[in-house]
């Protein structure tokens, strides 16, 4: 079975922290993706990354950065927490596909992070 | 026009009905389609993919595809209350980097 794991599952900080939110997948997967979801606006994407130390924006990256130093861990990075990065972030990962197939994504339980 | 689209429901069926539950894609050339299903306060967990045109059977799930028509669906037959969850239809980016675009999802509802 594929598992991806992340740090933590709720986390509260204050406005102006820096959180760090790290994710762990241990089937050698290339991709790895940082999303976040908030009602009614659906999963969006922050990063994503397809190789160690290869990262690429999403369609919301302000605010964040990321890190992936290793294969197996990708860290997103909120650098100076503000309340309205209050969310679920998920992290998937995936392998590379080609054609048409080996496109599936698999999540982690996700963080739900609170800033006050 | 949104790239995946998707009825945010809720759908209500009654417990041991057929639930249908449909997605529609703008990109022709998408050729990989997902299901995720999301329980409250979970994350998405993969369920069906297909890639092919026609059916595709995985217990009561039974995936559909119709390219021409650039929709796919989900069934699920025998419904139960466990099956009550939001159900996100994803379909692969066709720009690189093995992407997924979801859709906001539909909210499945069986009722006793």
């Known amino acids: 079975d594929v598992k991806v794991t992340q740090s933590s599952r709720y986390l509260v900080k204050r406005t102006g922290e820096k959180v760090f939110l790290e994710c762990v997948q241990d089937?050698?997967?290339?991709?790895m993706f940082w999303y976040r979801q908030d009602p009614g606006l659906g999963l969006r994407l922050i990063y994503f990354?397809?190789?160690?130390?290869?990262?690429e924006k999403g369609d919301i990256p302000e605010g964040y950065s990321v890190s992936r130093e290793k294969k197996e861990r990708f860290s997103l990075i909120l650098e100076s927490a503000s309340t309205n990065q209050t969310s679920m972030y998920l992290c998937?990962?995936?392998?590379?596909?080609?054609?048409?197939?080996?496109?599936?994504?698999?999540f982690g339980p996700g963080t739900r992070l609170t800033v006050t | 026009q949104k790239e995946v689209e998707q009825n945010s429901g809720p759908l209500s069926v009654p417990e041991g009905a057929i639930a249908s539950l449909n997605c529609t894609y703008s990109?022709?050339?998408?050729?990989?389609f997902f299901w995720y299903r999301q329980y409250s306060g979970k994350s998405p967990e993969l369920i069906m993919f297909?890639?092919?045109?026609g059916d595709k059977e995985d217990g009561r799930f039974t995936a559909q595809l119709n390219k021409a028509s650039q929709y796919v669906s989900l069934l699920i037959r025998d419904s139960q209350p466990s099956d009550s969850a939001t159900y996100l239809c994803?379909?692969?980016?066709?720009?690189?980097?093995?992407?997924?675009?979801f859709g906001a999802g539909t909210r499945l509802a069986v009722h006793p």
């Open positions: 998937a990962s995936g392998l590379s596909g080609g054609g048409r197939t080996g496109y599936e994504q698999y």
């Open positions: 089937m050698d997967h290339e991709n």
């Open positions: 990354s397809y190789d160690v130390k290869m990262k």
């Open positions: 990109d022709r050339g998408s050729q990989s």
């Open positions: 297909i890639y092919s045109n």
């Open positions: 994803a379909v692969n980016y066709r720009g690189g980097y093995n992407k997924l675009i």
